[in-house]
């Protein structure tokens, strides 16, 4: 689960949703190489998360692409975020599985696009929305503000020919 990250003058929750396809859209996740290059992901992951505020909440491993849930801290955009992963990754994947290097002729692991999306916490984009929008207003506010809205809808009906 993600937690707030606590730094000297912020407090965040950063939560991404990056995927990441092999280079070609090759299936290099088969029966073949699943359990290997699939553990060695992991593991690589473990050391990124201890070297950079990075922490992989999920991985999900399929036949051409890889799913990573994760959370970071403000000090790192999502590009670098996703740099820094998929470097990483492959270097030390074509390092322990050689023979995964020559399935992918180009000497790359990656494709050079990717997915991603921001995660919520606390609730979708209407959520957040109503919440920003309706900052520091009381109960009586809210039944003004009600009011003015339908006030509005009514004038509008009326200007319409």
């Known amino acids: ?29 088969t029966e073949v190489f699943t359990e290997e290059v699939d553990s060695i992901l992991k593991e690589v992951c473990l050391e990124i998360a201890k070297r950079y505020e990075i922490v992989f909440i999920e991985i999900r491993v399929e036949k051409e692409h890889v799913h990573f849930l994760l ?11 996703v740099r ?7 270097r030390e994947i074509f390092k322990r ?4 290097k020559r399935q992918l002729w180009g000497g790359e692991f990656w494709t050079k696009g990717y997915f991603i999306s921001t995660v919520g916490r606390h609730g979708n984009e209407d959520t957040i ?3 920003v929008k309706n900052q520091g207003r009381t109960e009586k506010d809210y039944k003004k503000l009600h009011r003015r809205e339908l006030q509005l809808e009514l004038f509008s009906f009326f200007d319409t020919p």
């Not at 599985?97 to 995964?100: D, E, F, G, L």
């Open 84 to 90: 820094i992963i998929k470097s990483i990754t492959a």
């Open 129 to 131: 929305k109503n919440y």
């Open 71 to 81: 959370q970071s801290a403000p000090s790192y955009s999502p590009t670098r975020i």
């Open 1 to 29: 689960m993600s937690e707030y990250v606590h730094k000297q003058r912020n407090v965040s929750i950063l939560l991404y949703h990056f995927v990441c396809p092999a280079k070609y859209r090759r299936v290099v996740f």
């Open 97 to 100: 599985v050689p023979t995964v």
